[in-house]
């Protein structure tokens, strides 16, 4: 056997993490995970030192030109809002989701947008037959010939194709049904992830074509594949949202080229997924005021305040021990403000299941709800509702102090161009410029916020019932 000769060895692969071991373990040493690791066969050198790569060219940061200013917006506002204002040359980004949310339909109609402004789009097919793409696109009512579409699964034919046509944006759909030629591995094998992701990015960096790539998602809500998929690509995005529901919720939760912090919302029509620019009147749109239970916090996602109902159920613990459910908020922090209501707000929660729901679907993150969500607590379990008219923000600390929050100015206008009249905020807050035309009441704990219920049930009888004459 000549002395730079392949062959074939076998290998261990954790199918959580990727890991390449020479010998079988029952558990990863990397990631934890137990009985993860397959085995798999891979071209190996028989001896010899492999011949190395040329050397990289070396580039001087001020000759390099920014490609900040060759952003190509995809004509959704929503779209291009998570994405930092467009699409990056180059870039390789990634959209996970559960299965039926939406995700080919909306990367569909950005391919359609962009077409329309004379860019050529390869759509890689390899999940469905150009046919059933078809269809999909005449439910959107557009029609052009600048999206071509391509029934391909191998990656390295369909990157041959994309050399020919020279595409301006190129979409996979999806990542897990594709594969490499020259692998024994099953699609969606983590050594087809890894590889075939990493053919799709070093094309796109060579040629500065932007490139989407679709992925599954695991039961845990979790783009399915080893977590080096997601390190690999420039941008990870998540389409969030209930399946029976009309609105979807666009996250980032990595980008490389603008905040992580930005939310895109659509609504789920006939015609597609339709930008909502103003998603706070949606999501107030159907809440039942002089109820107890309900409060409306303002949430900030990136730069834009949202106005979001709060809805808490108390009821007696049917079982030994109380139940803490949360949909659309954090569990843990949910059992944090219920201790600190119990310990400094004199509220009786230990014999008592606590439900919270964030309505619309979407998922609060921020510290800046909690004051909210510990009154309509509060509120359920005294059964006196809270003021319909007042906006609820603040941090909880463990001592039961109510902590400052940032971008506060912007959260009260929107507030107020949404007809709110009172603001329920930390004493601690300062504004810098004067704001008329709505109230600021100032607390200094959860103490003090939770004894002005009754206060409040005041006010909402005299606005629910009418009064007698005098």
């Known amino acids: 056997m000549s002395r730079g000769r392949q062959r074939r060895r076998a290998v261990w692969v954790c199918q959580e993490c990727g890991l390449e071991s020479p010998g079988y373990f029952g558990r990863c040493p990397s990631c934890g995970a137990w009985g993860t690791l397959v085995e798999r066969m891979v071209e190996g050198s028989a001896g010899g030192a492999r011949a190395s790569p040329p050397r990289g060219a ?28 467009g699409l990056v040359p180059g870039s390789v980004v990634l959209l996970g989701g559960d299965p039926g949310i939406g995700k080919s339909t909306l990367l569909l109609q950005g391919a359609l947008r962009l077409a329309q402004r004379g860019h050529l789009v390869l759509y890689l097919a390899a999940e469905e037959s150009p046919e059933q793409i078809k269809l999909r696109a005449d439910r959107l009512a557009v029609t052009t010939d600048r999206v071509v579409l391509v029934a ?17 944006v190129i979409i996979v759909d999806s990542i897990q049904t594709v594969s490499l030629s020259h692998l024994d591995a099953a699609p969606g094998s983590v050594s087809q992830l890894r ?19 679709i992925g599954h998602v695991t039961k845990e809500g979790l783009i399915a594949g080893p977590r080096v998929v997601e390190h690999m690509v420039d941008v990870v995005l998540y389409l969030e949202g209930e399946r ?11 980008n490389r080229f603008g905040s992580t912090n930005e939310i895109g919302v659509f609504e789920m029509t006939d015609a597609g997924l339709v930008d909502v620019g103003n998603p706070s009147e949606l999501f107030l749109a159907e809440r039942v005021r002089h109820v107890p239970g309900s409060a409306v916090v303002v949430a900030l996602e990136g730069t834009r305040p949202i106005l979001i109902e709060v809805q808490a159920l108390t009821s007696p613990a049917g079982y030994g021990t109380p139940r803490r459910v949360a949909t659309g908020f954090d569990v843990t922090r949910l059992q944090l403000l219920v201790a600190v209501l119990m310990k400094h707000a004199g509220v009786r929660l230990g014999d008592q299941d606590v439900f919270v729901n964030v309505t619309g679907g979407i998922r609060l ?19 006196i509702p809270l003021d319909p008219d007042t906006v609820y923000i603040g941090e909880l600390g463990l001592a039961g102090e109510v902590r400052g929050v940032h971008g506060l100015e912007r959260r009260l206008q929107e507030a107020m161009r949404l007809g709110f009249s009172r603001a329920v905020l930390p004493a601690s807050s300062r504004l810098t410029s004067q704001l008329r035309g709505i109230a600021i009441v100032p607390v200094r704990s959860v103490a003090e916020a939770v004894s002005a219920l009754a206060v409040t049930a005041v006010r909402s009888r005299r606005h629910a019932t009418p009064q007698p004459p005098e």
């Open 244 to 254: 029976f529901h009309q609105h979807r919720v666009l996250r980032a939760t990595k």
């Open 58 to 85: 070396l580039h001087p940061l001020s000759e390099i030109s920014s490609a900040e200013q060759k952003r190509v917006p995809l004509g959704m506002p929503e779209f291009d809002r998570v994405l930092g204002g």
């Open 365 to 383: 993150v921020e510290p800046a709800v909690d004051l909210g969500v510990a009154l309509a607590i509060a509120s359920s379990a005294s059964g």
């Open 152 to 168: 391909e699964t191998f990656v390295d034919r369909a990157l041959e194709t994309a050399g020919e046509l020279h595409p301006a």
């Open 195 to 213: 590889d075939s992701t990493a053919q799709f990015l070093q094309f796109a960096k060579r040629t500065g074509v932007p490139i989407f790539l």
